[in-house]
């Protein structure tokens, strides 16, 4: 079993940038592959990233590709979430989410063990 806290959200204006980090408890984090999801007020959580086991593999969903980056330490059992040029539809809350195996998922039913979440607004 894995715990995830996330911490870095905040408040930021249009065009600023913020790093997410999600630390993991446990002695296993090169196990999983990890992943970022967000959560808009009214809708459903939806992925916006995820790196492999080793790191040596990333997806993004389009709506971030080219202003996120997502990277981990195996060393420190700790990934993050670079975002920059951020935009007002980028608020939303943030969970990093762990996945036991191999291959990046991008649905929710993918990943084993959840974070609680960290908020990011967007002002414009």
């Known amino acids: 079993q894995v715990q995830l806290v996330e911490s870095g959200g905040g408040l930021v204006q249009a065009g600023g940038s913020l790093r997410l980090s999600c630390a993991a408890s446990?002695?296993?984090?090169?196990?999983?592959?990890m992943g970022w999801f967000r959560q808009a007020p009214g809708k459903e959580r939806q992925f916006v990233t995820g790196i492999m086991r080793s790191g040596g593999g990333t997806y993004y969903a389009d709506s971030v590709k080219g202003r996120f980056t997502i990277s981990r330490d195996n060393a420190k059992n700790t990934v993050y979430l670079q975002m920059n040029s951020l935009k007002p539809e980028d608020t939303a809350v943030y969970y990093c989410?762990?996945?036991?195996?191999?291959?990046?998922?991008?649905?929710?039913?993918?990943?084993?063990?959840w974070g609680q979440g960290t908020q990011v607004t967007v002002s414009s």
């Open positions: 989410a762990a996945r036991l195996g191999s291959g990046i998922g991008v649905a929710t039913k993918d990943y084993n063990y």
């Open positions: 446990g002695r296993t984090f090169t196990s999983y592959t």
